[in-house]
């Protein structure tokens, strides 16, 4: 069925690496990405999105590159520091045929843990 | 100031009992959110409100209630709870209802049915 995906359940990187984290996506007419940061008993959090008629975003320590021939996402963390340390959600969104609205589908999530 | 609050922050019931959780967004947005998170983190829409009208509609079994009061409130009411509705919930609000643009959620009920 469509779905949103991770390669990499978990990834353990070192204070002051870059991180790369993984989103494969399977629905063609999604148009709006998203990934989002989730601590530990707390809610997501937004971190950056792009939109299908670019290929990647930059925001602050954070890259968001999309490559819509193999429908695959991900997000690149720069100098990653322990306070990154989550889980990461990649989602995507797609109008409901006809619709205003969409609705944001979600993948597993990708546990960063970062080492000091 | 928080922006999107629920309450209660746990939930511990029996089998069969009714109960609700509430969420509060004080940032003025026209659109809120039921999402469902389980045991493996897999994070899931069941509902979607604008301006009190419901919008999304998953398919959540007719036990999971959502009513909107007014657009800054967005309350869930679970009747004859079942043990595989152990989760944590939570409540998001954004401004568009497009699905776009940044959802920001609350802190998350986490419910466990025994």
């Known amino acids: 069925g469509e779905s949103v995906g991770l390669h990499l359940p978990t990834l353990s990187v070192q204070e002051g690496d870059n991180s790369i984290i993984n989103c494969a996506y399977s629905?063609?007419?999604?148009?709006?990405f998203i990934w989002y940061k989730q601590e530990s008993g707390k809610g997501p959090q937004f971190i950056i999105d792009?939109?299908?008629?670019?290929d990647k975003r930059q925001g602050q320590r954070v890259t968001v590159l999309l490559n819509k021939t193999v429908k695959h996402l991900s997000l690149q963390i720069a100098a990653t520091q322990p306070g990154d340390s989550a889980v990461y959600f990649c989602?995507?969104?797609?109008?409901?045929?006809?619709?205003?609205?969409?609705?944001?589908?979600f993948g597993q999530g990708t546990i960063l843990t970062v080492h000091p | 100031d928080t922006a999107v609050s629920q309450t209660p922050k746990y939930l511990v019931t029996q089998m069969g009992n009714d109960k609700s959780i509430k969420c509060e967004q004080n940032?003025?947005?026209?659109?809120m959110y039921w999402y469902k998170q389980d045991s493996k983190k897999f994070l899931k829409i069941m509902f979607s409100?604008?301006?009190?009208?419901?919008?999304i509609n998953e398919t959540v079994p007719n036990r999971f209630s959502p009513k909107s009061p007014d657009k800054a409130h967005l309350n869930l009411h679970i009747n004859s709870l079942e043990l595989g509705d152990s989760a944590v919930y939570f409540c998001?609000?954004?401004?568009?209802?497009?699905?776009?643009?940044?959802?920001?959620f609350g802190p998350g009920t986490r419910l466990t049915v025994t």
């Open positions: 792009i939109r299908s008629n670019m």
């Open positions: 629905n063609s007419a999604s148009d709006y």
């Open positions: 998001a609000s954004s401004q568009g209802l497009a699905g776009e643009g940044e959802q920001y």
């Open positions: 409100y604008n301006n009190k009208e419901l919008i």
């Open positions: 989602a995507e969104n797609r109008y409901a045929g006809g619709t205003s609205y969409g609705k944001l589908t």
């Open positions: 940032l003025g947005h026209d659109t």
